[in-house]
């Protein structure tokens, strides 16, 4: 009987990484809501420790990077980045309109590569695409929006300067 039980812990785990390699798995497993406050601890802070998180959400430090990890593998957690404080630069949210025949995987590609865009959206509407565009001055952040409208397939670009942060 014990042997059964093994062998059927076996072969849940392969389902698993089969599961895992073909992109099924993120479908699959459900965020409880001890993840939805670790995201919400992680939101405020990313270096908060995992001994931390799991005293605020009441579990024990290799439980809490458990979960930690498992969001991160799921691909529910992305990426872990540092928010820098603005020193005086500006930043606006620019929205851009592309012609029809522009593949939007391509164009959006390109644009993440350019310098000063921290953040890049498809949406939908009027425009196409968003984007979060800093610069240190305001001459710099001119030469980024001008160079963008250089690339082929933008038709419009509609620029909302970012006037205070609030969170």
Known sequence: MRMRHFENLFWQRMATHILLAR???????KIDEIDRK???????????????????????EPAARRRVNNLASRGI???FTVDIAESGGVS?????ATSPDVEAGKLI?????????SSVWEISG???????LSAP?????????DEMRAIGGIKKTQTNIVMKKWQ
């Open 77 to 79: 957690i992305r990426r």
């Open 92 to 96: 606006a949210v620019v929205f851009l």
């Open 109 to 117: 590609k390109s644009l993440c590569k350019e310098e000063g865009v």
């Open 38 to 60: 670790i995201l919400e601890i992680l939101r405020e802070d990313a270096r908060i420790p995992n001994g931390k998180i799991g005293k605020r959400v009441g579990l024990s």
């Open 137 to 145: 001055d305001m001459e710099s952040f001119n030469r980024r929006v």
């Open 23 to 29: 992109g099924i798995a993120n479908m699959v497993w």
């Open 126 to 132: 009027e425009m196409d695409i968003a984007l979060m």
